[in-house]
DNA sequence: TGCTTAAACTAACGTTCGTTAGCAAAGATA
DNA sequence: TATCTTTGCTAACGAACGTTAGTTTAAGCA
C-alpha cells in the first residue's frame, strides 16, 4: 500500500515511525512529522492525542507481532533445535519487514511514560523467558552447549535486534533469506566444522 | 578515582557520559546535567564550549580507544583465529570497562553535526574494515565457515555492541570474563560438535 | 593588604517545544 | 438546500531549550 492510499491516521503513524528511527523521538518535533506529511503541526491533533501515544502505538504493535508470530511458529514443533532456529527466524522475519517500528521498539521505548513504560517492560521480559526456556530445552536435550540461558539469550537479542543498524529490504536479500542466515550464524559460529 | 576527586570539567564529561546514556542526547538538558552537578546551567559554561562539544567528547576518546586496543592486541599475532579472538576480546574489554561511554557511542552519534558526523563515520567504517579482513583472512586460511565478510562482520558487531544493554560491571562477571565467553560464542555458535 | 584568576551566580536573550482554542473549508448526509 | 462531520487553518499559550552577558565570590599569590 503507498502511503497517499493511507488514511491520514495510518499516515502520521507511518511517518512518526520513520522519523523516531532517523532522529530519535526526543529529537523529532511535532513540527518535523507535520511538515514531512504536508500539513500544520496543530493539525496533527485532529488525528491524534499526543506525541507519546505515537511512541505508544509503535512500541505495543510490534510488541503484538512479536508474539503473534512466535505463537504462530512454535505451534506443533517440539524438536528444540528446530524449535529455536523457527523462533530465531520469526523474530528476525519481524524485526526485517518493519525496520523503522522495530527499530524505534529497540532504541525509544526509554521515552515511554509510566504506565505505558511498565507494560513495555513487562512484556519484553515475558519475551525474552520464551527464548530462554528454548535454549534450556536445547540444552537439557544436549544439542546446545552448556552456555548460561541468561547470558546467551542477550548474545541472541544483541544479534538480532540490531538488524535494523545494517539491513535495507532493497531486494538483495530478503527477511527470509536473512532469517536462515541469521540462524545458521547462531547456530554454528564462524569456526569450520 | 572517585567522582569528586575530578577536575569540574572531567566530572561534567563523566556525568554527561551518564545522562546522555540514559536518557538521550536530545532528552538530556544542560539544567538536567547541572542539577546533576549541583551547580547552575550557565556555570557549566565556565568549563566546556557547548552541549555538542560534550557529545564529540564522548564519541571521539571511545573511537580511539578502540583503535589503541585494537592495535595492542594484534601486534605480533598472524594466526587468523587467534587474530579475531583477540580482535574481539580487545573490543569487548573497551565497551565493557567503558559502558555509559560506549552506549552514547553507539547510540548518540548520530546528533553530531558536521564536520564531525563525517570525520565519526569515517573512522567508523575503518574500524570496521579491521574486522572485514580478519574475516577474510580467517576464510581464506580455511578457519572460518565460508561466510559473507561483509555480513558476517555485522553480526559480529550487533553481538559486540549490545553488550550496555545488559552488562553490569558489577562484580559478578568481569570484563575479559565475558570477553572470552562472546569470543567463544562468535566462533563455535550454540550447537554441540 | 591589594591583585589576579577561576568558578560560581543571577538575569535574560531569542528560539523551539507540545499543545489548545477557535474558526474556516469541504464533503457527506438529510 | 440546510446541517453535520471531518480536516485543515491561524494564533497563541506557557514551558523549556541552549546560550550569553555581566557580576560576585573566594582562593592564591605578590
Redesign the pocket.
Known sequence: MSIETL??KDQINQVAQNLFREKGYSA?????L?KAI??????????I????ELLQNICFRIAAEFFDEYDRVQNGTTDPKLRFRHAVTAHTRVVASNLDASSVFFNEWRHLNEPSLSEFKAQRAAYEDRFKNLLREGIEAGVFRKVQVSFAMRLVFSTLNGIPTWYRNDGALSPDQIADQIADFLLEGLLKK
Open positions: 488514511s491520514r523529532t518535533s511535532m513540527r518535523d507535520a504536508g500539513i500544520e503541526a496543530a493539525s496533527l491533533y485532529s488525528h492525542k499526543s506525541k507519546e
